[in-house]
Antibody, heavy 114, light 106 residues
Framework: QVQLQESGPGLVKPSQTLSLTCTVS??????????FSWVRQPAGKGLEWIGR???????NYSPSLRSRVSMSVDTSKNQFSLKLSSVTAADTAVYYC??????WGQGILVTVSS | DIQMTQSPSTLSASVGDRVTITCRAS??????LAWYQQKPGKAPKLLIS???SLESGVPSRFSGSGSGTEFTLTISSLQPDDFATYYC????????FGPGTKVDIK
């Protein structure tokens, strides 16, 4: 049973970089050509796709966030990561990591505040 | 960018009702369309991929159809567990979610 778990700071100061990691258990992410996604959801609002990265390391980012986003994969640790720079209060949201379409973490609330 | 719209934004229905949600893409996405159900405080749950392929374990009262730019999610007989928000997602070119449709109790 594949499971995903987000981890990282729950509070980030404005203008700093948000860094999150997703740990995958129940299978090796290097065993196939998968893609790993990040999606966020501000309180009371809809889902926003942030981007994805393939096992190979090839990323695709949302055009609206491309200038501030980077993603990486560490197959040795069965993890993938998200960095979002120059954050503002508008980046406050629950952040979900995903594997393909059907596997999602429980989400982590990240608040941007001084 | 491919934009996704959904209608209606809110739908009030009763147990046993047949419910249809429409999702439209700003350009053709072939059949690269997924449907999710989300309940408060929970991660989205994949119901349907490739526009009409029901995920394992998802009740058969859920069905999806469409291709190109217009898609529908149908719940044939609404059950108490189905009151939730539903999102479509295109994954033809990068990815985009629709704004969601909240199904609540009439």
């Amino acid at each position: 049973q594949v499971q995903l778990q987000e981890s990282g700071p729950g509070l980030v100061k404005p203008s700093q970089t948000l860094s999150l990691t997703c740990t995958v258990s129940g299978g090796s992410i290097s065993s196939g050509n998968y893609y790993f996604s990040w999606v966020r959801q501000p309180a009371g609002k809809g889902l926003e796709w942030i981007g994805r990265i393939y096992t190979s390391g090839t990323p695709n980012y949302s055009p609206s966030l491309r200038s501030r986003v980077s993603m990486s994969v560490d197959t040795s640790k069965n993890q993938f990561s998200l960095k979002l720079s120059s954050v503002t209060a508008a980046d406050t949201a629950v952040y979900y990591c995903g594997l393909g379409l059907g596997y999602w973490g429980q989400g982590i609330l990240v608040t941007v505040s001084s | 960018d491919i934009q996704m719209t959904q209608s209606p934004s809110t739908l009030s229905a009763s147990v046993g009702d047949r419910v249809t949600i429409t999702c439209r893409a700003s350009q053709s996405i072939s059949s690269y369309l997924a449907w999710y159900q989300q309940k408060p405080g929970k991660a989205p749950k994949l119901l349907i991929s490739k526009a009409s392929s029901l995920e394992s374990g998802v009740p058969s009262r859920f069905s999806g159809s469409g291709s190109g730019t217009e898609f529908t999610l149908t719940i044939s007989s609404l059950q108490p567990d189905d009151f939730a928000t539903y999102y479509c997602q295109q994954y033809y070119s990068y990815s985009t979610f629709g704004p969601g449709t909240k199904v609540d109790i009439k």
